[in-house]
């Protein structure tokens, strides 16, 4: 039997931590078993935090569209209350990762607020504004800062970006600036004219790549077990959701 000098203090290797342990672990399970590992991973907080996420991007369209219409000072001014709020849950424990997720639905609403408050005549200024917060959520993500709201951010841009080039490559464009100079009671003909370019071979086939794209970058997140990724997915997936109401609005209309 072969006898080995025991390592010397130079050449000590920590343990690993904890979580370390846990993936080497449940790399020898068996598959049913990693299976029922990964379900009780995923708690409550990540269905919670799933649903706020949709909820939290519907926001902004039904409450914040028709505020900054009439009131847009109102509405940037409200940004600094979201802000507030925010620092304060984020200051306490048991609430920190609501506040995290809050500031990320912050910078949504201030773009929100500086777009149609402001720029809603032209729709080459969308992306832009909305990407306002794009240098902070970058500067966040690689300090390890606020990743739940910063990617609850990046999920909220990434969805409104796939909706955009939506209506460049279907030239939707026209239809968009026309809606916002007109009065409502005159806005009837221009849905049904981008209804009509919409049901076109044309439309239909990007309007499949789209809808693809939105769930695929709102499910393949899921498959993770870090709740920043199920943030991302859910504020992707609420495009979907908001994306199909304005379709079947601009049906009735």
Request: net charge neutral; glycine share 6%.
């Amino acid at each position: 039997m072969i006898s080995y000098p025991p390592p010397s203090p130079s050449s000590y290797v920590p343990e690993p931590p904890f979580l370390s342990k846990v993936d080497r672990a449940v790399e020898n399970l068996s598959f049913a078993e990693a299976v029922e590992t990964k379900v009780i991973a995923i708690t409550g907080q990540h269905w919670r935090l799933l649903a706020v996420a949709v909820l939290l991007v519907s926001v902004p369209v039904f409450v914040q569209a028709p505020l900054v219409r009439s009131l847009p000072f109102i509405s940037l001014l409200a940004t600094l209350g979201w802000w507030a709020l925010s620092n304060r849950l984020s200051a306490q424990p048991k609430t920190q990762v609501w506040g995290d997720l809050l500031l990320g639905f912050t910078w949504t609403w201030l773009a929100g607020s500086l777009y149609w408050g402001w720029f809603r005549w032209e729709p080459y200024f969308h992306l832009p504004l909305e990407s306002i917060g794009l240098p902070f959520a970058v500067w966040g993500i690689s300090r390890n800062h606020s990743k739940i709201g910063h990617f609850f951010y990046l999920g909220s841009l990434l969805g409104t970006a796939i909706t955009d080039i939506y209506f460049y490559l279907v030239d939707l464009i026209p239809h968009w600036r026309s809606l916002m100079l007109v009065d409502e009671e005159l806005a009837r003909p221009i849905f049904h004219a981008a209804i009509a370019q919409v049901q076109t071979p044309w439309g239909i086939g990007w309007a499949s790549v789209l809808i693809i794209s939105l769930l695929s970058f709102s499910l393949l997140p899921l498959r993770s077990s870090k709740l920043h990724w199920w943030v991302f997915g859910g504020a992707v997936l609420s495009t979907i959701l908001v994306d199909g109401l304005f379709w079947v609005a601009a049906c009735l209309a």
